[in-house]
């Protein structure tokens, strides 16, 4: 079956470490996208990508980086920049379409949950 | 500026109860709306998706949502809710751009057996 595996399920950073948060889809997607979560907060997006080598930052990008080399793979790191990190990351990946976007709707991952130990 | 609100934080209901989750939009043409579920732990769902047409969108799991021009709302509604459905419930706007999903602060809903 088609979807986006996120891995791992639970991480724990030290201090002054960079982490890498691994998103892959196979739902032959253009775009896909990257969303902090915090409690009462919503979503909040990083980053996301509409095309193979090409992201755009979202609201709250720094402290974080992205790379999208392939079109299945999404991974975002967490560096040692981004002061409170702690928090449950969630991948997304949407169909694109010219005049439409994303607006098919986002499939989305399990999510990562971060905690800084 | 895109944005959405919902002006519910917490809402609780009996099993067997109707639902009514709202949605506030702030658009100035015609948008994409979304309603997303979260249980526990996990990632969103898609539960339904409005982009022209019939005002009134049939979702999974028994949902159904209107949009209301007027109101600038596309409020998520359930005639009877299960203790299943207990989850956070978003809703999302898109704009007809090569763009990105604007998300709600999200609504959670707690079930009375």
């Known amino acids: 079956d088609g979807g986006i595996t996120q891995s791992p399920k639970y991480l724990f950073r030290k201090e002054g470490q960079n982490v890498t948060l691994s998103c892959e889809q196979n739902l032959n997607h253009d775009a896909m996208y990257w969303y902090r979560q915090d409690p009462g907060q919503g979503l909040r997006l990083i980053y996301y990508s509409q095309i193979v080598n090409d992201f755009q930052k979202g609201d709250i990008a720094e402290g974080y980086s992205v790379s999208r080399e392939k079109k299945e793979s999404f991974p975002l790191t967490v560096t040692s920049a981004q002061k409170n990190p702690t928090a449950f990351y969630l991948c997304?990946?949407?169909?694109?379409?010219?005049?439409?976007?994303?607006?098919?709707?986002?499939?989305f991952g399990s999510g990562t949950r971060l905690t800084v130990v | 500026a895109q944005s959405v609100t919902q002006p519910d934080i917490h809402i609780t209901v009996s099993e067997g109860a109707s639902l009514e989750l709202r949605c506030n939009y702030s658009y100035g043409a015609t948008p994409y709306l979304f309603w997303y579920v979260q249980s526990p732990g996990q990632g969103l769902q898609l539960l339904l998706k409005y982009f022209s047409g019939d005002t009134l969108v049939q979702g999974i799991k028994g949902f159904e949502a209107e949009f209301k021009r007027s109101q600038s709302s596309f409020n998520l509604r359930k005639p009877s809710v299960h203790w299943s459905d207990a989850a956070e419930y978003f809703c999302a706007v898109g704009r007809t751009s090569y763009d990105k999903v604007i998300f709600g602060p999200g609504t959670s809903l707690s079930v009375i057996p």
């Open positions: 997304a990946s949407s169909p694109t379409e010219v005049g439409r976007g994303p607006n098919y709707g986002y499939t």
